[in-house]
């Protein structure tokens, strides 16, 4: 029981330190869920670190990928994993992502600590999300991803298969919600391409500079723009309007992300707050992406500290309240373009 508390007392600290968005929306959540969305979302972020490693081999990589697997299986001792990996990572990993790693261990005696359908849909996400970066990863280049459908199959990998772990949480926490399943779950495939495609817009320079480009060629391609020629010292104005059809394929999401929350019943509060300020913060960057579409890094586009509480009071202030919910989400996209 010591251990317990001293592990999960680990995790809620190193959360603060991998992301500071989920250490903002994950503790809304009932405190059943929150401890297991919280070990769900390291899990997760232990796979993204391999996948992330520029000093590791695609064969390292798959391999370490694979492994991981096999731990938050139970198959494999997470020591055996930690000590073979840790010592590789370079300094383009941040110290709060080595010291997850070297912590292992604590993160997965908390995934071993939870109910049979929790673990389940923990590992299923871990499978799916880790064989399918190491994929993507093995082929990843600056010439882009071939085409939209292929940039979706990626969004699922990454975050679509979170949607649908988160899903399946709630659906094991609320009788009530579980009553939504299958409207929640083709929703929230498309609740995680929104978040993602948004991240990987606002990302583009940064992985580019780590050598990858997650952007769809056939889009591009189709307003006159070759995604060989991208360079953030000299904006094309064809660039923009391929940039601008995407945006407009994230908003199309987005309104399936809105339609997903308002699925959980209003006196979930918690929840509907986890979405919605995932939901409203990545509006208010895509905003930014459509006004600045020329933008040339990241932080030229990211929300301030300001927006992030403006949405969460915002937010927290109609939470239960559709009508306003709606309403609130119209005014916020009308002017996105939408595809």
């Not at 520029?54 to 198959?75: M, N, R, W, Y």
């Not at 995604?227 to 059809?245: C, I, Q, R, V």
Request: net charge positive; proline share 4%.
């Amino acid at each position: 029981m010591i251990q317990n508390t001293t592990d999960e007392i680990y995790q809620s600290r190193i959360l603060t330190g991998v992301s500071r968005t989920f250490a903002l929306t994950i503790p809304q959540l009932p405190e059943a869920l929150c401890k297991v969305v919280s070990n769900g979302y390291l899990l997760c972020r232990i796979a993204d670190t391999i996948e992330d490693e520029p000093h590791l081999t695609a064969t390292q990589k798959k391999q370490f990928s694979q492994d991981f697997i096999e731990v938050v299986a139970g198959k494999i001792s997470p020591n055996t994993l930690s000590q073979a990996l840790f010592p590789l990572l370079s300094e383009s990993t941040l110290a709060a992502e080595k010291d997850l790693i070297f912590n292992m261990s604590r993160v997965i005696r908390v995934t071993h600590s939870f109910t049979k359908p929790q673990r389940t849909a923990l590992y299923r996400c871990v499978r799916i999300m880790a064989e399918g970066m190491a994929e993507f990863q093995q082929n990843s280049s600056l010439e882009g991803l071939k085409d939209l459908p292929e940039m979706d199959r990626y969004c699922y990998y990454v975050a679509g298969v979170v949607g649908e772990m988160l899903t399946e949480l709630f659906c094991d926490y609320s009788p009530l919600i579980a009553q939504q399943k299958a409207t929640l779950q083709k929703l929230a495939i498309s609740f995680g391409q929104a978040l993602q495609m948004t991240n990987i817009l606002k990302d583009i320079w940064e992985d580019r500079q780590r050598g990858v480009c997650w952007l769809p060629q056939d889009v591009f391609a189709g307003v006159g723009f070759d995604l060989k020629n991208l360079s953030p010292k000299h904006y094309d104005p064809a660039f923009g309007e391929g940039l601008t059809e995407l945006i407009g394929v994230a908003h199309a999401h987005l309104r399936n992300a809105l339609r997903y929350t308002l699925q959980i019943p209003p006196q979930e509060k918690g929840i509907r707050r986890f979405c919605l300020w995932a939901l409203g913060m990545a509006i208010l960057t895509l905003r930014r992406i459509y006004k600045q579409c020329d933008f040339c890094q990241g932080q030229q586009v990211k929300i301030s500290r300001r927006s992030v509480k403006t949405t969460i009071l915002v937010s927290n202030l109609v939470t239960s309240n559709d009508i306003s919910l709606r309403v609130l989400f119209y005014l916020l996209t009308r002017n996105l373009p939408i595809v």
